[in-house]
């Protein structure tokens, strides 16, 4: 049973670069067939796509943050990571990583989340 | 990208059927048949309920089922359950290669 787990700073400061990593279990990363994917929600509102990696380091991303995020991959350890640069109050929200399944364009398994903060 | 449009609140009686929609445009629900459902409890991460419009994964209840329309997609949840009272979100894969989520409804069992 594949497990995904979110790790990382739970509080950042505004114009700082907010680094989240992903470690997959039961699974290896590399395998191909998936996409890695990270999620945003504020408190209260609903799901925001970020951007997905495959195993290759091909990326994707949502074209209202593609200025300020990257995504990468770690065969080696089976993880993941998250880099949104210059964060302001708006990027305050859980964040889930999740696996896509190519094909067939759906998010089959989630992390538990983490709360990230923006705040002085 | 816009946000797909879903009802703020539904709220059905145990036993009923209810009907959650959700609204894009041709380059996202209207173009492709990869719409999803998502079923979020409190202070739980999102669940997989619905993908490629119709089918349900392994475990999921057939009291679940979607549909789509031209640009609208459809969840139905038939013979309510007290703990089907949740938070449900839809997304649609988009021309751009990205996902978009819907903004969520809230299903209250009454």
């Known amino acids: 049973q594949v497990h995904l787990q979110e790790s990382g700073p739970g509080l950042v400061k505004p114009s700082q670069t907010l680094s989240l990593t992903c470690t997959v279990s039961?699974?290896?990363?590399?395998?191909?067939?998936?996409?890695w994917s990270w999620i945003r929600q504020p408190a209260g509102k609903g799901l925001e796509y970020i951007g997905r990696?495959?195993?290759?380091?091909?990326?994707n991303y949502n074209p209202s943050l593609k200025s300020r995020v990257t995504i990468s991959i770690d065969t080696s350890k089976n993880q993941f990571s998250l880099n949104l640069s210059s964060v302001t109050a708006a990027d305050t929200a859980i964040y889930y990583c999740a696996r896509i399944l190519v094909g067939v364009a759906s998010f089959d398994i989630w992390g538990q989340g983490t709360m990230v903060t923006v705040s002085s | 990208q816009s946000a797909l449009t879903q009802p703020a609140s539904v709220s059905g009686s145990p036993g009923q059927s209810i009907t959650i929609s959700c609204t894009g445009t041709?380059?996202?629900?209207?173009?492709?048949?990869?719409v999803s459902w998502y079923q979020q409890l409190p202070g739980k991460a999102p669940q997989l309920m619905v993908y490629?419009?119709?089918k349900r994964p392994s475990g999921v209840s057939n009291r679940f089922s979607g549909s789509k329309s031209g640009n609208t997609a459809s969840l139905t949840i038939s013979g309510l359950q007290a703990e089907d009272e949740a938070e449900y979100f839809c997304?649609?894969?988009?021309?751009?290669?990205?996902?978009?989520f819907g903004g969520g409804t809230k299903l209250s069992v009454l």
């Open positions: 997304s649609s894969y988009t021309s751009s290669s990205t996902w978009v």
């Open positions: 041709g380059s996202d629900v209207g173009g492709f048949n990869y």
């Open positions: 990696v495959y195993a290759t380091g091909s990326t």
């Open positions: 039961g699974g290896s990363i590399s395998s191909g067939g998936y996409y």
């Open positions: 490629d419009v119709t």
